[in-house]
T-cell receptor, first 114, second 111 residues
Framework: DADVTQTPRNRITKTGKRIMLECSQT?????MYWYRQDPGLGLRLIYY???????NKGEISDGYSVSRQAQAKFSLSLESAIPNQTALYFC?????????????FGPGTRLTVT | AQRVTQPEKLLSVFKGAPVELKCNYS??????LFWYVQYSRQRLQLLLR??SRESIKGFTADLNKGETSFHLKKPFAQEEDSAMYYC?????????????FGTGTRLKVLA
């Protein structure tokens, strides 16, 4: 089955460390997204990419960066992790040809910054 | 600012009772609206979108532009409907793209 995968699934890191979360998809979708979820706040968009050369900030991009290495891969980096970046992170994809754009989500990465 | 509001964090109903999960949005244009569902230990997945005017698993949602609402309804709740439900809005304005989720409502269907 075509899928969206995230690695790692769980990560504990210390304040100040650099960390990368990876997302891969076999759906052949051109659009990819990174969200974070905090209790009581729903999902908030961090970055999105409509194709390999098109990367855009979402509503909460401060402290994060991304890389779209290929159509199928979209990585999220925390250059210097801080405790308030502790959250559940989701990657998602969508297909431009099938608008309005239903998003397909990965299983999530639980990140804890101590 | 665009916003999606789900006023209920938790909604408990008995099996067989009607269900209505509320969603209100603030957006002056023509929005694309969705309901997503997350069952226990499963991924977030699309339940339905307003443009399709479809019924999925017995759920329907009608866009009311006058009330800026997109409430999710089901006439007879089933125990397997217990899950977290999120309303979402997608829009592109002046080249800026947003996909905004509400904070979610947990539905518990009691036996």
């Amino acid at each position: 089955d075509a899928d969206v995968t995230q690695t790692p699934r769980n990560r504990i890191t210390k304040t100040g460390k650099r960390i990368m979360l990876e997302c891969s998809q076999t759906k052949g979708h051109d659009r990819m997204y990174w969200y974070r979820q905090d209790p009581g706040l729903g999902l908030r968009l961090i970055y999105y990419s409509f194709d390999v050369k098109d990367i855009n900030k979402g509503e909460i991009s401060d402290g994060y960066s991304v890389s779209r290495q290929a159509q199928a891969k979209f990585s999220l980096s925390l250059e210097s992790a801080i405790p308030n970046q502790t959250a559940l992170y989701f990657c998602a994809t969508s297909d431009r040809a099938r608008g309005p754009y239903e998003q397909y989500f990965g299983p999530g990465t639980r990140l804890t910054v101590t | 600012a665009q916003r999606v509001t789900q006023p209920e964090k938790l909604l408990s109903v008995f099996k067989g009772a009607p269900v209505e999960l509320k969603c209100n949005y603030s957006y002056s244009g023509s929005p694309e609206l969705f309901w997503y569902v997350q069952y226990s230990r499963q991924r977030l997945q699309l339940l339905l979108r307003h443009i399709s005017r479809e019924s999925i698993k017995g759920f329907t949602a009608d866009l009311n532009k006058g009330e800026t609402s997109f409430h999710l309804k089901k006439p007879f709740a089933q125990e397997e409907d217990s899950a977290m439900y999120y309303c979402a809005l997608e829009r592109t304005t002046s080249g800026t793209y947003k996909y905004i989720f509400g904070t979610g409502t947990r539905l518990k269907v009691l036996a």
